[in-house]
C-alpha cells in the first residue's frame, strides 16, 4: 500500500487548463492558469474542485462549515493547515493538495490597527479559502498532466486511502477525452456605462493630497486606485469574461474562482510570494509604460522605463520594504537581490520588476511568512502601514480582492500567491476593476492619472469589445 501520508497520484492525458475548466464543475472550484506561460513564473497551471471545506471570513465572523464564530483568520488557517500533513511527489508540479483561494485587501486589519469603514458595496468575503483533496496539474514545461487526491479530510490510513481511491475514480470520470473549443459570449457593454470612483480632476486632487504626505515626511511613496464598476450583460457569464480576459491579457498568474453570488477573473502578472523547498520569492512590479504597435516606438518606450529615475526609485523603494518584511521570518544574511528593476513586457504593458530572496527560518511557515508580508508592499506604499492609513483616507470605496493575494497554501508547507491586479471582481452581475499607481514626491498627477488608464485598457477593451 502507497504511504498514506502520500497523495495518490496519476499521469493522465487531457485537454488544456481552459478548455478543460470550461466543462467541470465550477462551484467552489478554483483556476490557477499560466496563460503567460514560461519556464520560471508560468510553468504550472492548477484545476482544484470540489472542496471538503470552505473557509469565509468577513470583518471578524469566520464560517468554517456549519459553525460561525469570531476570530483571526490567520490563527484559524495555522491550525487547520496543521491538522493536514502531506508529504509531496518529487519530480511533480508543487500544488498536490491544500488550501487555495483568494485573501482580500482588507485581510490587512487583522494584522494592523487599520481603518475598516469606508463603502463596501460588493460585500465580497476577506478572505475565501477552499481546502481541496483534489488537484489536476499541468507541467507545461513537460507537457505533462497529473491528477492528485489526498484522501483528506479522512485520518485513519485505511479511511483516507478508500477516499483518496473513490475521489480520484470520481475526478478521472469528470474529465472528457476530447472536449469542445470553448465557445465565449460576444456580450458586451458600453464604454460610457462604465462608472469610476474618480475622474480626471478628483484624481489629480488625490494625489496632490499624497504628495503632501510625502513632503510632511509621513511616507515616502503611496499607491492611489480608482475602481471601475459597471453591470455585466446577463449573457455574459463569469467565465465567459475570464476568457475574454486571457485572451486580452495572458498572464503568468491567472486565476478564477465562483463561490454563491461573487466570483474572481484575474489576469495578474505579479508574484506576490512563493515558498517552495524553504526558500522565499517575491517579485515586486513597479515603474509602468504602454505597449505601442509600432516595434520601434515600443522599444522606445521600453527604453524610456527603463533610464527613468523615478520608475527605478519607486521599485527600490518597494524592494527594501520587502526585504524588511522577509527578514522578519528568514534567516539572517539569506536575502538576496538577484534582479532589481529588470525590464518585463506584457500584452499591454511593460514593467520594472524586482526579485527578492531568501530562506525561510526553521522555526517559521507560509502563515508566518503570509503574516510578516501581507498585502504585498508594491500595492500599498512605504512605510506599509501609513500608506494604508492614507490609502483608507483617500480612495472611497474597500479594495475588497484587489490588491489581495490569490493563490495556493499546500498540505507539503509550499505556496504561491500572485498579487490581485489586473482583476475584475463581481457580486452577481455588478463588477468592478482597479488601478492605481506609485505616487512619489516627483509624481506628476496627471500623468499618474493617466498610468491607471493604461493598466486598465486590457480589462476595459474585455468590457466592451466582443
Known sequence: MQNPHFPLVKEIVCPEPQMLFAHLPKEGAIFLD???QDDKQGRYSFIALAPFQIVICKKGRIQIGNKEYE???F??????????????????????????????????TYLEKLPYDQKD?????????????????????????WVFSSGFPEKDPNSRMKRATQRLDWLLAQIPSVVPDVEVSGCTIEEDR?????????????????????????????????????????????????????????????????????????????RFLQLLNGKV????????????????????????????EKDRAENVMIVDLMRNDLSRVCLPHTIVVPKLCG?????????????????????????????????????TGAPKIRAME???????????????????????GDMDLSITIRTFVLNKSFVTFQTGGAVTVDSDPLQEYEETLTKAKALRKTLIEP
Open 34 to 36: 499560466s496563460a503567460r
Open 71 to 73: 476570530g483571526d483568520p
Open 75 to 108: 490563527e484559524l488557517l495555522e491550525e487547520e493547515l496543521n491538522n493536514y500533513v502531506l508529504a509531496p511527489i518529487a519530480g511533480c508540479p508543487p500544488f498536490q493538495g491544500g488550501m487555495a483561494g483568494i485573501l482580500g485587501y482588507e485581510l490587512g
Open 121 to 145: 458595496d460588493l460585500a465580497f468575503p476577506d478572505l475565501l479559502m477552499g481546502f481541496y483533496d483534489l488537484v489536476i496539474a499541468w507541467d507545461h514545461h513537460l507537457a505533462k498532466t
Open 194 to 270: 462604465i462608472d469610476s470612483t474618480f475622474n480626471n480632476d478628483t484624481y489629480q486632487v488625490a494625489v496632490e493630497k499624497a504628495i503632501e504626505y510625502i513632503r510632511a515626511g509621513d511616507i515616502f511613496e503611496v499607491n492611489i486606485s480608482q475602481r471601475f464598476s459597471a453591470t455585466l450583460p446577463s449573457g455574459l457569464a463569469p467565465f465567459d469574461l475570464y476568457c475574454k480576459l486571457r485572451r486580452n491579457n495572458p498572464a503568468p498568474f491567472a486565476a478564477f474562482m465562483q463561490y454563491g453570488d461573487h466570483a474572481l477573473v484575474s489576469a495578474s502578472p505579479e
Open 281 to 308: 520569492q517575491a517579485r515586486p512590479i513597479k515603474g509602468t509604460r504602454p505597449r505601442h504597435a509600432d516595434p520601434v516606438l515600443d522599444r522606445a518606450l521600453a527604453q524610456e522605463l527603463e533610464a527613468s
Open 343 to 379: 525590464l518585463e513586457s506584457f500584452a499591454t504593458v511593460h514593467h520594472l520588476v524586482s526579485v527578492v530572496e531568501g530562506i525561510l527560518a526553521p522555526s517559521q511557515n507560509a502563515i508566518s511568512l503570509l503574516k510578516a508580508s501581507f498585502p504585498g508592499g508594491s500595492i
Open 390 to 412: 492614507i490609502i483608507a483616507e483617500l480612495e472611497p470605496t474597500v479594495r475588497g480582492p484587489y490588491c489581495g493575494s490569490v493563490g495556493y497554501i499546500g498540505f507539503n
